[in-house]
Each structure stands twice: as structure tokens, then as C-alpha cells.
């Protein structure tokens, strides 16, 4: 690499850098971004609460809500992994800085014929 | 009468904050008094919080360079305390990334050790390079520093054959790009009046200082973890440590740039006898008893102790880095050195000071 050499090549040949906020790179379709939930398959279970690192997952079983605070996720995809219904998966869409940091995002429904045979059990221990 | 003078927390030439306080008679160093703790985390006792999956992300985050290596090493020494066998496809895996990891690290350093000495294209070339390494990485394992593939078990994310093909073309524009910067650092005249026979470090010193990894081996002494510790899978890949004889800034710069081109045959080796199979082992129940990993870093050797009580999280963990170890190296050869060249000495222990903190 002689410097002759490198100024020439680098006066022909475009920037290898790009001017960030006006040139954005595609992310590649392999970057975990952020975290995508499919609600309709939950069952609130807090399976995913439980595995996440820094807390980032909170599952309320009374308002049957799932959220995620997007700044605290590290993108470890532990949930991912271990969500017994496959709702999670990770999507390569960049999460923006200044986002709306906590996506919360409301269960449909949680099975009724669960709920039915939960009653029982419960009234069975009690007794 | 000597002069004293600080030398960081905030220096140009240092990425992260450490203080050493210099003796001067002149402009000669005859002393330093290092200063370490600005940026310590506490991260051995916050694992306290977690359960021992949990902590694999927390020891990824102890250096942003060097983080696959560290995750897969708290990875293997928390299954030695479960006594399972990994897939061999998993340590195979395992292996590419952490090569990749040494490859992208040691550009790195070249890049800032040129910055060190004022030639700044040669700093711009060694990022640009680093930089296809950087995107291979976030393809293979989806983020560009923090690569999250090692858990307890095995790896989280397989390598399909288009990512193979993908790391092999990588990797021949690497090496040729490799060999246009290895004639820089073997030959230039600039490189060479800074870097030849500054601060010399014996082979008997080296060795009785505790040094480890480059620095150790710029001085003679052959010691690569790659080569005799537990993990034995580089014994099958052919791998041949890199040392130099002389002992000065000159060859520890060496060391790193043959490294390079080990590193990539490693890489080509482990791809070319990439067995088939599962990637993890399903792990039941909490760990027990105490064990202790060793690997070898782009830095150094790093050291994993970890003791379980049959609870989910550890009881302790301990990690010694390399950077740590090399300290004391630093503070034996700076004596006698100019003051224009401390950064270089500085720089040529390649310090990752989050690490030694943790």
C-alpha cells in the first residue's frame, strides 16, 4: 500500500463512509431489532417475563396486557427462545432513538375452557 | 529532581479512562503509579440478581470487543459445572465467532495503535477493513459488537450455508487486505523508528511479571491458551502460536498482525470440518460446585471462576482479564522511556480498561 497509491484510489473511488442521517444503510434481514409479539396466541403465562435479563417484559395477568419497554430490551432473544405459544419473534426493523419507549399491547382472550377447568382445580385444593 | 505529571484519566490516545502517574527526570519516565477504578460496574456481585442463564449477557457486556469471547467462556465453565457434552457443531461455531471476534479486535488495535504514533491513514485503512468483519458478525449473529450466541447448552443461532459462503468470501478480501497493511507495520520507515526497541521486555521478565496473550508472546515465550487449555477443539485445526523474539513495541505489533492471518486459517479450518447435528443440549436443574475456564483473548488469557450452591443464580463469579494481568508489565518497561513515547507503551499492552474493572 503505497501512499501514492492510497491517495489515488481514495480520490477516484467514493467515500467509504456514509453521511449517516440523510444515507441509511437497509439493516440486513438476519438484525435483531426489536421484538415483534403476536398477541392472538398468548396465554399470559409470564414465561417470557421471567427469562428476560434486564426486566425489560412485563406481563399483567389482571389487565391481560403484555409490554415491553424497547430501551431496556437487549435484544438477547431469550424470550424468543423460550415462549411455549411462538409468539415472540424478532423483527429487523430498527427501534429509533426517541422512540415511544414501551409498547403495550392488550391479550385478546385467554382460553375459556382453561378458565373453566381452572375453577374447579382451585375449589378441589381449597376444600 | 524528578517531575511528576499525570498521564489520563482523558488522553487522546486512550479509549477508556486510566490514570498513571509518571516520573519524570527530564523528559525520561522513571516511575508510574497507575490508578484504576473509573469505570468499575460491580458486575461480579450485580450477577447476584440473575440466574446463571441470565449472566451470560452480563459477561458479554464487561468489554465491547471482546464480548463473544467472554460470553462463551463463562458458557463453558458454568457447563463444566453441569458436566454436559456441548454439540461439536456448537464449539465449531463457537470457535468461528470467536475468531472473527480476535480478527475484528486486532484491527481495532492496529488501527489506534497507528493513531498512537500520528498516521492517521493508516488508522482510517485498518477501521475500513474492520469494518466487513463487523457486518459479517451482525449476519451471522445479528448485532455488530454484543453477539449474544453462547448459552448454557450450546449456541442460540446456527450458521446456514449462505452464511458460510458469506464468511469465506469475507474472508479472502480480509487476508489480501491483510497483507496490504502487514507491508505497512513490517517496513514503513515511520513505524519502525517509533516502535523498534522501545521499551524492551526480557523473556525472563515477561514471564515473571505474569504477563499473558501478545504481549507475552512479542517477548518469546511461547504461550498460546488456543494451544494447551481446556478447550481443545483448536488442537484439531491446526493451530500454531505466533512469537516473536525481540521483545520491544515493534514485535508485539508483529505478533498481532501474524495473528491475523492465523486466525483467518483457523476460521477456513473450522468451517472446512464443520460437523453436522444439533447446536445445544437441553440443561435441567441449577448448578453445583466450582469450576474454573481458561481461554485465550485477543488480549490475553482470560480467567472464569464459578461456584454454584443448587440455587439459580451463583454464589460467586470471578473473572481476571487480561488486561490486568499485563498492568504490571506496563509499569516495569515504562522506566527509561521517553515521555513522547509512553502512549505507544501504553497502547502496545492493547488496555481494555472496562474489562479489568468489570
Known sequence: MGMLNLVLTNVTHKPATRLYPFEIRAPFKEFKGRIAFAPENCILCGLCQKKCPPDAITVTKADKTWEINLFRCIMCTECVAGCPKNCLSVSNERVKTGAKETVKVLVPVVDKPKADKAAPSKAASSK | MTTVIPFGPQHPVLPEPVSLKLELDNDVVVGALPSLGYVHRGLEKFIDTKDYNQTTYICERICGICSALHGITYTKAVEKLFDVEVPERAEYIRVIVGELNRVHSHLLWLGLFADGFGFESLFYECW????????????????????????????????????????????????????????VFVNNYTVKKRTVGLATMSKQLAYEAGTVGPT???????????????????????????????????????????????????????????????????????????????????????????????????????????????????????????????????????????????
Not at chain 2, 148 to 167: A, F, N
Not at chain 2, 308 to 325: D, Q, V, W
Open chain 2, 128 to 183: 475500513k477493513y474492520r469494518e466487513p468483519v463487523l457486518d459479517v458478525l451482525e449476519r451471522i449473529c445479528g448485532n455488530r459488537v454484543i453477539h449474544s450466541i453462547s448459552r448454557v447448552g450450546g449456541v442460540s443461532k446456527d450458521l446456514t450455508k449462505e452464511q458460510i459462503d458469506m464468511i469465506l468470501k469475507m474472508l479472502d478480501t480480509v487476508e489480501s487486505q491483510v497483507k496490504d497493511l502487514e507491508k
Open chain 2, 216 to 358: 507475552l508472546r512479542g517477548s518469546g515465550v511461547s504461550s498460546d491458551l488456543r494451544e494447551s487449555a481446556d478447550w481443545d477443539i483448536y488442537r484439531d485445526l491446526g493451530f500454531k502460536p505466533v512469537v516473536e523474539k525481540d521483545g520491544d513495541c515493534y514485535s508485539r505489533t508483529l505478533v498481532r498482525v501474524k495473528e491475523l492471518y492465523e486466525s483467518i486459517k483457523i476460521i477456513r479450518n473450522a468451517i472446512s470440518k464443520l460437523p453436522n447435528g444439533d447446536i445445544a443440549t437441553p440443561i435441567k436443574g441449577f448448578p453445583t460446585g466450582e469450576a474454573i475456564m481458561r481461554t485465550e483473548q485477543p488480549r490475553g488469557e482470560v480467567v472464569y471462576y464459578v461456584k454454584g450452591n443448587g440455587t439459580k443464580n451463583l454464589e460467586r463469579l470471578k473473572i481476571r482479564t487480561p488486561t490486568f494481568a499485563n498492568i504490571p508489565s506496563l509499569l516495569l518497561t515504562l522506566p527509561g522511556v521517553k515521555l513522547a513515547d509512553v502512549p505507544i507503551v501504553v497502547l502496545t499492552i492493547d488496555p481494555c480498561i472496562s474489562c479489568t474493572e468489570r
